[in-house]
């Protein structure tokens, strides 16, 4: 199986490949069996097709014997690598890990490509244990009072390398340059996003009501009254689905419990990291509510559980988890 790691840009995809390979190499694994190949970096940023891959590749493990394993990070930047990675996973003796845009990744021509012979690994930024654990192993204080440190991790968000910095002006600065990133390298690109003014908009929207129900008709209603003009509701329903696949934005489904089916429309959206409020909105005043569920939402789902907001009725219940072994838990959010 190809294992492609995914998630949202900047919370520790190249790092946790790295990680891989450190684990390789204390398990006994040659460095000669181990190569890693980040394509938009030297030597290898000049890698623009599958055939100049597949060269270094091969040169690389040239007399080489036993498992070879191979890390690429910005896999997408290789015209037509789909078939390369399959020509070696059929060969049976490479062990592959890719990263890239998630805008390709995830836009469905992966998948078509790769079909049932890759695994994907969702990752997501820090979580708030392995946040105080991060400033732990960084050398930053950590404050006696829980709550204090819960504070700070809501406003200054999880992605790790903004811990490096002091400044909460730093840290959403950093904030801001992900976002940016997101737009330069998988938005501008996205041939599926055209109108880049109101796929902004539409982020905005999303980003500023989450944890909260929002339906299409809502933003449609929204946008009408900034545009003053009618966007289609199939444009809406596209541009969300591609915040989805940028990871900025996560769709928790609603589920009846009466008939024991899922429900069309009426979903809620939590985010990847809360800083992405914070840093759009210059109130620090936290709203509770939204920001507690999407912490454990978020963190229900680093544990492999499937998450969905449960109606009984005219009754809602924050969450229903179901755990990888089919074992079911109804969750209150509450401070």
């Not at 999303?206 to 003053?228: M, P």
């Amino acid at each position: 199986m190809i294992k492609v790691v995914t998630g949202v840009r900047r919370c520790g995809k190249s790092s946790l490949l790295l990680l891989i390979q450190n684990e390789l190499f204390q398990g006994g694994v040659a460095k000669s069996n181990i190569l890693s190949i980040n394509l938009d970096k030297r030597p290898y940023k000049h890698i623009k097709e599958a055939e100049e891959l597949e060269s270094v590749i091969d040169k690389s493990f040239a007399g080489v014997s036993g498992i070879k394993y191979l890390f690429i990070d910005e896999v997408q930047n290789a015209k037509g690598f789909e078939e390369v990675l399959n020509s070696y996973r059929e060969e049976g003796d490479y062990s592959i890990f890719i990263t890239g845009s998630n805008s390709y990744l995830l836009s469905g021509e992966l998948i078509t490509k790769l079909t049932g012979r890759y695994l994907e690994i969702d990752m997501t930024t820090l979580t708030f244990d392995e946040y105080l654990g991060m400033k732990s192993f960084l050398g930053k204080d950590i404050d006696a009072n829980i709550l204090n440190e819960l504070r700070s991790y809501i406003i200054e968000g999880g992605f790790p390398y903004a811990i490096n910095y002091d400044g909460l002006n730093e840290k959403r600065f950093y904030v801001q340059s992900v976002v940016n990133e997101i737009f330069d390298k998988d938005v501008k690109s996205n041939r599926k996003i055209r109108k880049k003014r109101l796929f902004a908009l539409i982020m905005q929207f999303v980003v500023n009501n989450f944890g909260c129900t929002i339906s299409i008709d809502n933003i449609a209603n929204h946008l009408k009254e900034i545009l003053h003009e009618n966007v289609r509701k199939e444009t809406i329903y596209r541009y969300i689905e591609q915040l989805e696949n940028l990871r900025i934005i996560s769709r928790c489904n609603r589920f009846d419990l009466k008939s024991k089916r899922s429900l069309k429309g009426g979903e809620k959206y939590y985010l990847s990291d809360l800083s992405f409020y914070f840093m759009s909105n210059t109130d620090n005043r936290i709203p509770y509510g939204p920001v507690l569920e999407n912490i454990v939402y978020l963190y229900a789902k680093s544990l492999g559980y499937k998450v969905s907001v449960v109606k009984i009725g005219n009754l809602e219940i924050d969450f229903i988890l179901r755990s990888p072994s089919l074992s079911y838990s109804y969750v209150q959010v509450a401070m």
